[in-house]
């Protein structure tokens, strides 16, 4: 399952666009699979045209996004972030940025880097240049906020629809509990029916047995016990409607009240 699957994206763009806005910090959302999932803001020229741009400098920012965790220096002096998106226990992805400096930074180190990764040093300069300076502590609790809150929004739309899926399985098995009372109380019905026949069936016995006599001894026994089972009907139909009374009290009850279970 992706974030994709039971999330709002327009709600997700909305939160991560507002919070790069507010904090000049680059971030991007990424899928399990390591694929983005969302914009990218406020990426620079200097990591991405630049740094990434060369072969050198793409391996070693690579490299940072596979082993960074929380929030770290990359290896060309700025901070980022890498920040798990988890739900149910499961990581379904993460929020990766930051791109900007903790300070002023040292050109001169800088340009050592240029060379390095095989960049003109003062393009990789001016690009610098436009870098936002963020304190490490500002740094942090940015990227911490944006997690908490990403967080906190795709584990209620997951909850949200898990228990819809839920609540759609309780009203399926309801609609099929009535149903089936519906059966029982039909075959209820003709049980009732047989009993009744066998009541009079047991009365037309008897004044056969007394017209006969004595002769028809054996035939009145035998018209005794299907009174008697007639009689034990009766009690075990009278059962069973007590029975199906009740399941079908229970289930009109659960009919009611299934749409505020998971609230």
Request: glycine share 14%.
């Given at each position: 399952m992706r974030i994709q699957d039971f999330a709002d994206m327009t709600k997700f763009e909305e939160i991560m666009s507002n919070?790069?806005?507010?904090?000049?910090l680059?971030?991007?959302?990424?899928g399990a699979d390591g694929e983005y999932i969302s914009e990218c803001y406020n990426f620079t020229d200097f990591c991405i045209k630049l740094t990434r741009g060369s072969k050198e400098g793409c391996a070693r920012c690579e490299k940072c996004d596979r082993e960074g965790k929380g929030i770290y220096h990359c290896?060309?002096?700025l901070i980022d972030f890498g920040i798990d998106l988890v739900v149910a226990g499961q990581k379904m992805g993460a929020v990766i940025g930051g791109q900007v400096l903790p300070e002023a930074p040292d050109e001169e180190e800088f340009r050592r880097v240029a060379r390095e990764i095989g960049v003109n040093e003062d393009e990789y300069i001016a690009a610098l240049k436009k870098v936002n300076v963020r304190t490490e502590e500002a740094i942090v609790a940015s990227a911490t906020l944006l997690g908490q809150v990403l967080n906190n929004?795709?584990?209620?739309?997951?909850?949200e629809k898990y228990n819809?899926?839920?609540?759609a399985r309780l009203t399926e098995g309801v609609n099929q509990c009535e149903a089936m009372v519906k059966d029982i109380r039909v075959y209820t019905d003709k049980f009732n029916s047989i009993q009744?026949?066998?009541?009079?069936?047991s009365l037309n016995a008897r004044i056969e047995a007394a017209r006969a006599g004595s002769a028809g001894r054996g035939f009145a026994v035998v018209a005794q016990e299907v009174e008697n089972l007639s009689k034990d009907s009766k009690e075990l139909n009278q059962m069973i409607?007590?029975?199906v009374d009740s399941i079908s009290k229970?289930?009109?009850?659960m009919t009611e009240t299934d749409q505020n279970i998971f609230l």
């Open positions: 919070w790069a806005k507010a904090t000049g680059a971030t991007v959302a990424v290896h060309a002096g929004y795709i584990n209620t739309e997951y909850t819809g899926k839920m609540i009744q026949r066998q009541g009079i069936l409607g007590e029975k229970v289930v009109h009850e």
